[in-house]
């Protein structure tokens, strides 16, 4: 059974900085896609980064343009986390930030089945 567990949000002033944390258990495929996405009130869900890990996923790494240069996405396989580092946080930024795991492996460089698993989401507010 596929769990991803958040951790890291809270509150911020803009300009500031704020790391989320997932925690992967479960996990079989040898390679993969994970994720973050958000969701703001009154909005639809959104990709914000994705990164690949294991045999084919060199080049899989992407970011929402909102967020380029300013978010970082990284796995740790030892812990088997992957991490979203946030800098320079604006008032836009405030939503629930969902960890997302593909169910699928990575064929051919893309991701199958992806988004396929959630995690329960965590809650980040930028306050200007």
């Known amino acids: 059974q596929v769990q991803l567990v958040e951790s890291g949000g809270g509150s911020v002033q803009a300009g500031g900085s704020l790391r989320l944390s997932c925690e992967v258990s479960g996990y079989s495929e040898s390679n993969y896609c994970m994720g973050w996405f958000r969701q703001a009130p009154g909005k639809e869900r959104e990709e914000v980064g994705v990164?690949?890990?294991?045999?084919?996923?060199?080049?899989?790494?992407r970011y929402a343009d909102s967020v380029k240069g300013r978010f970082t996405i990284s796995k740790d396989n030892a812990k088997n986390t992957v991490d979203l580092q946030m800098n320079s946080l604006k008032p836009d930024d405030t939503a629930v930030y969902y960890c997302a795991a593909a169910q699928g492996p990575i064929l051919w460089g893309t991701c199958v089945d992806f988004p396929g698993y959630w995690g329960q989401g965590t809650q980040v507010t930028v306050s200007s």
């Open positions: 990164i690949g890990g294991g045999a084919g996923s060199a080049g899989i790494l």
